[in-house]
């Protein structure tokens, strides 16, 4: 029988994966997962390959086999690996009755079509994309507890949707204007294979953007804010630095409003959604207030026409935009504290 609390995870060689790790190693309501790698060799210990989860626990390592996870009494699997390789695993472990939490975009859309035309890859059976759960719990936390499959969000998708949702389901957002959501990450969020973009000497001192009109995460936000490809605009840049997710984000409203109207539809939104922090009318939030954290903190500005709103909003893009979010997933499904391990 299987044990939900039971976890394998795949890939965990990432920084994703990594992240992933010690936030599980720590969790008090599961046991010791499993990792498991394409390339274990004769590694049988994950602090043997990544020595500082040493004294942390000897978690096991394993090579890569479907068959090892589904033949195991593992109730629940990670899967921190790139979107084609997640197609491929996720069906297979639901099919053998595990339920799966994965960090690729392979699931994230109802539509084949849009993943294979934003992805430029084969999109998983429809079957499939239809059961997946959109995994951001403040917007969709009945969904998850009672989902097999959950699609965790894109990191920029995620900062951007939260700062959005109040105003778009309000309806605050003026007809036929723009919405600019002009977004910074940290390195850490293109991944781990060699670039030469990604070199040092290429990212430090600099900052550039990149991305423009074909960001893998714009149908994210289209699809979870209901505004129109033409009236937003998102442009992502890199910066140099390790992690971190600042969206600095323009807004018209649709009538005079005053912070206090701003901050109250804010604050209501996110009552009892510990993990969304609301700041004062016209304090900002930065990167180092998140960083290494699970947290998603939402400031703004209004100017003096009442009409003309900037939102900033700050995550880790390693956290709450990818493997943080995704124990805030595991936790809904388990049905126990969603902040569990994640402060």
Known sequence: MRDSRQIAVVGVTGYSGLELARILLRHPEVQTPTFYVRDANSTKCLSERFPQFRGWGEAPLRALSVEAITSSNAGTAFLATPHEVSAELGPAFLKAGLRVVDLSGAFRFREP??????????????????????????????????????????????????ALRPLTDSRWI????????????GASGAGKDPRRDLHFVEVDENFKAYGLFTHRHTPEILEHTGLSESQVVFSTHLLPL????L??????????????DVESLFRQFYTGKPMVRIWSAGTLPELQHVAHTNFC????????SGRR????????????????????????MLGIEEQTSLQ
């Open 113 to 162: 079509e849009t993943f294979t035309s934003w992805y430029k890859l084969p999109a998983p059976h429809a079957e499939w994309l239809n059961e997946a759960a959109y995994g951001i719990p403040e917007l969709y936390s009945k969904e998850i507890a009672a989902a097999r499959l959950v699609a965790n969000p894109g990191c920029y998708a995620t900062s951007v949707i939260l």
């Open 174 to 185: 003026a007809p036929n204007t723009s919405v600019v959501c002009d977004c910074k990450s």
């Open 242 to 245: 390790a992690r971190g997710i």
């Open 247 to 260: 969206s600095t984000i323009y807004v018209t409203l649709d009538q005079p409003r005053t912070a206090a």
């Open 297 to 304: 903190d939402i400031g703004f500005v209004l100017d003096s």
């Open 309 to 332: 709103l900037v939102l900033v909003s700050c995550l880790d893009n390693l956290g709450k935009g990818a493997a943080g979010q995704a124990v805030q997933n595991l936790n809904h």
